[in-house]
């Protein structure tokens, strides 16, 4: 009796691990299928330049606002801290290269990401999901229209085009909103601060910038489409998916920050 | 080809976990032919339209197009056969980001701006064969009432001429007026464009406007199919209380 008893709890404990593990794993082969299918299917006409057009307007266009004041507040609060903490050391001389390096490398592609992840992804699985649940995407099908080719693949070419033009941008004014600061608070001078901000960015910090912004626009698209593709059960399903796409979105693109920045460093 | 039945489901099972929604559903439809299913709410009426339409893949069974098995069917060949069909969704599932006449040509451009002034006239041709003019071409789907909708999708499901024609529920939610507009509507367009229909619904009145040949799904089995002219004295208990729409009987 009681040897199955502690078999059973046992069985019980590595269900209760097991399941979720499982199902974790299910769920990323799921999503790395889907990403696969799309790309696939979107290599293959018919192609959709007009959709490719409307959601790079949509993501990268409307994004524009969001992304300029994140960057420029980010980028003076940074040259402050950096400034205040670098003076416990007598390093506040560093700020304009602290500012450049942090922006470009780190701050720039992520805010932009998690920024634009919670404007795009919530509304790709809510436009996504309504039409899911609407029976418009079956609809789509039985018009002979690809729903991958069609909704899907301009969306996340238009996302993975859209980012690192916004995470450029947002560079450029995230180190603007450090040397504003830094010359009119705390009395760099204008010249030598731009000297030293040119001396110290490489290539290799654009580029590490660049794919990051790409990567994480490839994730922000994908989550968003996935979730909206899997909503089941009217309004209340819709609201599940958006809620899943930005959270999806958000584990995506700071855990592959994290991958991307050991592997360059690694 | 013209001695199959335009549609044959063979055996054809589909279940949703423990959840037995088809079982060994047979019978066929006749070229021509309107035939109608009937059966409850969630009976599985709609599973098995997706099913053909290759919305879903069945578990067991076939089902074949003009003689062609499309279960298995690779995605370029089902594209082929599905240019044969047509669907009228139970919500009108229009295009609500697209005005009136793409929704009615998004088969025919697959979605593509193209061809923009054939296009518009295609949509009014479709648009008056539903009894609706060319006021409504340019708006969106949100700003027509239901019924109005429904024509919409109905003309948009006929626009690309298809031989096949599903009605999911064609007359749900609609008043009794609009009900006999849609009814008269699937009549015309089944006998003028030699159309084969296949309607599922539980509105008796339409089915006895619409159909030649019905049959009863419950519990995911045909347990009765015949000409309409019988379905009033089939002599199944259940098709009987269905018909009569009684609470006391079999179906609880």
Known sequence: MSETGILGSLVAIFAAIGKPVVGGFASVGRVTLFALQTIQRALTPPWYPLRLLEQLFQIGWNSLPVVALTAVFTGAALAQQIYTGGSRFNAQSTVPAIVVIAMVRELGPVLVGLMVAGRVSSAMAAEIGTMRVTEQIDAMVTLRTDPYRYLIAPRLFASVIALPILVCIANVIGIFGGYLLSIHKLGFNPSSYLEMTNSILEGDDIMMSLVKAAVFGFFIALSGCYAGLQTKGGAAGVGRATTNAVVGAFVLILLSNLVITLTAFG | ?252
Not at chain 2, 169 to 178: K, Q, V, Y
Not at chain 2, 179 to 202: P, R, Y
């Open chain 2, 1 to 252: 080809m013209s001695d199959h039945p335009k549609i044959e489901l063979q055996g054809v099972s589909k279940s949703f976990g423990s959840n037995h929604v088809l079982r060994d559903v047979s019978f066929s439809v006749e070229p021509g032919e309107s035939m109608t299913i009937i059966g409850g709410s969630g009976c599985g009426k709609s599973v098995m339209l997706k099913c053909i339409l290759g919305l879903m893949d069945v578990d067991a069974g076939k089902i074949f197009v003009d003689g062609e098995e499309i279960t298995g069917m690779k995605a370029a060949d089902h594209d082929r056969v599905r240019a044969k069909f047509g669907m009228l969704f139970q919500g009108g599932a229009l295009f609500d980001s697209l005005p009136i006449w793409r929704n009615i040509t998004f088969a025919l451009t697959q979605g593509r701006h193209k061809r923009s002034s054939d296009m518009r006239a295609t949509a009014l041709e479709n648009l008056e064969r539903v009894g609706l003019g060319k006021e409504v071409l340019d708006l969106r789907p949100s700003e027509l009432s239901g019924g109005m909708q429904k024509r919409v999708a109905l003309a948009r499901a006929i626009a690309p001429r298809p031989e096949i024609i599903f009605f999911d529920e064609p007359t749900t939610g609609l008043d009794p007026i609009r009900t006999d507009v849609i009814n008269k509507l699937i009549v015309e367009l089944v006998k003028d464009l030699g159309i084969t229909a296949l309607t599922i619904t539980h509105d008796m009145g339409s089915v006895e406007k619409i159909s030649d040949r019905v049959a009863m799904l419950f519990e995911g089995r045909i347990i009765w199919s015949g000409p309409v002219s019988e379905l009033r004295h089939s002599g199944d208990v259940h098709v009987d209380q269905f018909v009569q729409g009684r609470a006391e009987g079999p179906i609880s």
